[in-house]
């Protein structure tokens, strides 16, 4: 773990060792706070630094994204909080200095057709050599459980074999992204898919102990790195491959697997909206389903009605580009 170098490394130490204490994970935190300390080393800073007009021009000389400068700020504000609280300053200095306006990120999303034929072009790339078979029948599981039950990518590969329960349907999914834990229920068809992988894979390795439920080698689950080449390899079969690309303040992103969670998601409200439901009143579930931290974090989902509102959007502004 690389350590802090600038004149506040033992207070930044102090600082990350207490939010762990409170049982906050702190590798984000760390990695924000290592790029602050860098800039402190590198302009030789020192107690008497810390004005506003110092934070105003770290915040243009960062020379990082407006998202990821942000990030950086709102870190360094909440160490300056947890100093204030010490008695090591008198005032917050980052308390009045704005954040950098974000860029709109527009998904990219898949629709529920769109969903079927990558998974039935994923299900085609299955190799049937026998060494081959069961790992790529297990990618193709892992993508089947993003699209189906918006998971993110390292939440099939984390899932042991005793967090599968068939009996009532359900997946124990442990310490995700905001170190919840979460038990969800999981549509019958996948139900089975999972059982007819668990019964290939006895078949083929009887004396395996290997204790994941998407087995990798030497006793490990399968890599992020396989099932993202898999899931290329099948958009640019279905000819879905798009570059990202900005329009004015927004960004479409191009797909990858954790599109299919966003698809997910949005595909879920719009069912909702068909069958003359409330969307707002399903986020609260959805956010509990998706693992989030509080609804709001679901609400980003609204931003896009559906996959084509998205297609719609992005033709416009390329369009215009070409009108211009």
């Given at each position: 773990?690389k350590p802090f170098e600038s004149f506040l490394s033992p207070q930044l130490d102090e600082f990350i060792a207490y939010r762990e204490n409170l049982g906050y ?300």
């Amino acid at each position: 773990m690389k350590p802090f170098e600038s004149f506040l490394s033992p207070q930044l130490d102090e600082f990350i060792a207490y939010r762990e204490n409170l049982g906050y994970e702190t590798k984000r935190r760390r990695v924000h706070l290592l790029a602050f300390d860098r800039y402190l080393k590198d302009k030789g800073a020192d107690w008497s630094s810390f004005e506003p007009s110092f934070f105003l021009r770290m915040r243009t000389e960062l020379r990082k994204g407006p998202g990821h400068t942000n990030q950086i700020l709102m870190s360094a504000r909440v160490f300056f909080q947890f100093l204030l609280r010490l008695g090591y300053v008198e005032e917050n200095p980052l308390q009045d200095v704005p954040l950098l306006k974000e860029n709109v990120s527009i998904p990219f999303l898949f629709s529920r057709e769109q969903t079927d034929q990558l998974l039935a072009a994923i299900c085609k790339r299955i190799r049937r050599k026998e060494d081959l078979f069961l790992t790529d029948l297990g990618i193709y599981l892992a993508l089947l459980l993003l699209a189906r039950c918006g998971m993110r990518i390292s939440e099939p590969l984390g899932l042991m074999k005793q967090h599968y329960r068939r009996d009532d349907r359900t997946l124990y999914i442990e310490k995700t992204k905001f170190k919840k834990d979460r038990l969800i229920p999981v549509p019958k068809a996948v139900i089975t898919e999972i059982h007819n992988y668990l019964c290939v894979r006895r078949h083929l390795k009887p004396d395996d102990r290997n204790p994941y439920l998407l087995a990798g080698k030497k006793d490990q689950p399968l890599s992020q790195y396989q099932v993202r080449s898999t899931f290329h390899r099948a958009v640019e079969d279905l000819g879905l491959k798009q570059q990202r690309r900005m329009a004015g303040n927004m960004i479409f992103s191009s797909p990858v697997p954790h599109s299919l969670r966003h698809s997910f998601a949005i595909n879920t409200l719009r069912n909702i909206i068909e069958q003359k439901g409330s969307a707002q009143d399903a986020l609260p579930v959805l956010a509990t389903y998706l693992g989030h931290s509080t609804y709001i974090c679901s609400s980003v989902y609204l931003k896009i009605a559906d996959a084509k509102s998205r297609k719609n959007l992005y033709d416009f502004t390329i369009w215009q580009e070409w009108k211009i």
